[in-house]
Nanobody, 121 residues
Framework: QVQLVESGGGLVQPGGSLRLSCAAS????????MGWYRQVSGEQRELVAR???????IYADSVKGRIAISRDNAKNTVVLQMNSLKSEDTAVYYC???????????????WGQGTQVTVSS
């Protein structure tokens, strides 16, 4: 099993910045990709950004140029640096990891518990 522990989030004014971190822990696993999703109450969860073990990244169009994702493979951590935040960025942000477990065929999807980001004056 793999556990994802998120940190960061909170309240920030429009135009401000926040940094979200997520650390994966467990045993006998390797991570194919890590990323962040967000969800507003009553709406579907949507991808914000994802990064593979090789460093390839993908971003939602709505955050391009304002948000950057980075990863430390040795520490199994992923960081989401969010700048120029807007009110529409308000949501619960979830860390996600696509994991290969030793002895298990195929990849397994893991989620963090979620952290609230509120952008408001």
């Amino acid at each position: 099993q793999v556990q994802l522990v998120e940190s960061g989030g909170g309240l920030v004014q429009p135009g401000g910045s926040l940094r979200l971190s997520c650390a994966a822990s467990g045993s006998r696993f390797s991570i194919a990709a890590m990323g962040w999703y967000r969800q507003v109450s009553g709406e579907q969860r949507e991808l914000v950004a994802r990064i593979t073990s090789g460093g390839a990244t993908i971003y939602a169009d709505s955050v391009k140029g304002r948000i950057a994702i980075s990863r430390d493979n040795a520490k199994n951590t992923v960081v989401l640096q969010m700048n120029s935040l807007k009110s529409e960025d308000t949501a619960v942000y979830y860390c996600n990891a696509i994991v290969y477990l030793v002895g298990v065929t195929g990849a397994t999807n893991y989620w963090g518990q979620g952290t609230q980001v509120t952008v408001s004056s």
